[in-house]
């Protein structure tokens, strides 16, 4: 089990940027493949984006490929998503996931690979 805290997330104007962080704590962070999910209002929650436990590998959906990009540091045990160009269908609580799998990703990986979750924080995009 890792435990996991979202930041970053805020109120923007559409065109502008944001970058998400979410710091694991507990198990070796490495251990763990990560994942960015989202949830709109009134919407199931989405698959957004998730990177191999050592970073090499990594897969964005593509509603969003072009725009954003996940990262991690497993030095700081902590995973990033990097937003450009945000538009108003971007609106959402994310949420960061970890799952204890060790393969590479080069697909969207379902919800239920992913064990740990974090509490997410929340994107508006609007004028």
């Known amino acids: 089990q890792v435990d996991l805290v979202e930041s970053g997330g805020g109120s923007v104007l559409p065109g502008d940027s944001l970058r998400l962080s979410c710091v694991g704590t507990?198990?070796?962070?490495?251990?763990?493949?990560m994942g960015w999910f989202r949830q709109a209002p009134g919407k199931e929650r989405e698959f957004v984006a998730a990177i191999s436990g050592s970073g090499v590998s990594s897969y964005v959906t593509d509603a969003v490929k072009g725009r954003f990009t996940i990262s991690r540091d497993n030095a700081k045990k902590t995973l990033y998503l990097q937003m450009n160009t945000l538009n108003a269908e971007d609106t959402a609580v994310y949420y960061c996931?970890?799952?204890?799998?060790?393969?590479?990703?080069?697909?969207?990986?379902?919800?239920?690979?992913?064990?740990?979750w974090g509490q997410g924080t929340q994107v508006t995009v609007a004028t």
């Open positions: 996931a970890a799952a204890p799998r060790t393969l590479p990703v080069i697909a969207a990986l379902p919800d239920y690979d992913f064990t740990s």
């Open positions: 507990g198990r070796t962070f490495s251990d763990y493949a």
